[in-house]
């Protein structure tokens, strides 16, 4: 049964934030605490930092390259300089950060009387009661509005170009619940983001781009392939609890679903470059990258193992997304290069 509205909105089992209760990353995400910085912030601060996944910095990244991918795009297809691709990318991030420290903070207030239930995420900040849910509100709305206020800099179609991504992200938790394919509405949510990257960075009406759209799905199916992955964590307990997923749908045949998957990012891939006539290393840094490094993943990754699919999940997604950034800014630098030259024979 899905979470009722009146459980989300319910005191955590403390009414105050305790804490000197600090739950470790290893159990909420399924990772191990290595970043040296978390011991030098206030421990009044580390709950929050676990609430929104800062340690390690995956989840803003996760929501950040579709957005920056969307970027380079619109400064391949149209005129930009390079300054105003550095400011696109650069307030992106900032957006994405605090949009992510909200979605997280959203998902988990839905999740939480499930997360009480599973192992590895019993101990989450607003689950174990360290974050009361009046804090956690507090908090997603404060991150909600920062995020909100970089569309102040964009235009009134940006910020209806993130309706979409807002909607989905409201349903997902929900969708764990109601559906086997959350990763898939997960992928969508996380995808559009190379719409609203587009549209920051000035691209008229991204969405009617088919070449902008090829990118949208060969995101999706990256945030397919990880997330059903990272799905794998808690599997045995999703299936005694009812929720539901593709890692649950698919059980021991879930790899051959994701080599189906990957090949489907490939070819998107593959006609993306076709698309915009991109330069051949795009196909070497993208192609290539996106093939060994989700190939890789599928192939090595132990599904039985939990601190496989972590491993796999928190690391191998960098690989992925440097290789799709560093493949279009490469047809980007060649392209301006290439504008530069023709200016100067016309000079001559």
Known sequence: MAPRLSNIFARAPKDEVVFDKVSSPSSQNGGSLTSSWITILPKTWIPYVELARLSPPAAPFLI???????TLHAANVQPSSISNLLRSCVLLLWASLFFSNAAHAWNDLVDAPIDRKVSRTKNRPIASGIISSRAAIIFMVSQSLIAASFLLLSSVSTAMATLPTILGTIYYPWAKLHTHFPQVILGFCLAW??????????????WNDQAGLCLVFASSCWTI?????????????D?????????????????????????????SLTLYGQLIEVTIGYYVITLGGCIFSLGSMIFNVRLSDKASCWKWFSTGFWITGTSITLGLLSHYVQVRSGYREGLSECCL
């Open 193 to 206: 983001g190379v719409m609203v990257g587009s549209r920051f960075a000035g691209l008229r009406q991204p």
């Open 239 to 267: 299936i005694h609890l009812g929720v539901k997923s593709l890692a649950v749908l698919f059980g021991g045949h879930v790899k051959p679903l994701l080599w189906v998957v990957l090949f489907m990012m490939g070819v």
């Open 64 to 70: 950040y390259f579709p957005h920056l991918f969307g």
């Open 225 to 237: 392939i990880y997330d059903t992955i990272y799905a794998h964590q808690d599997v045995a307990e």
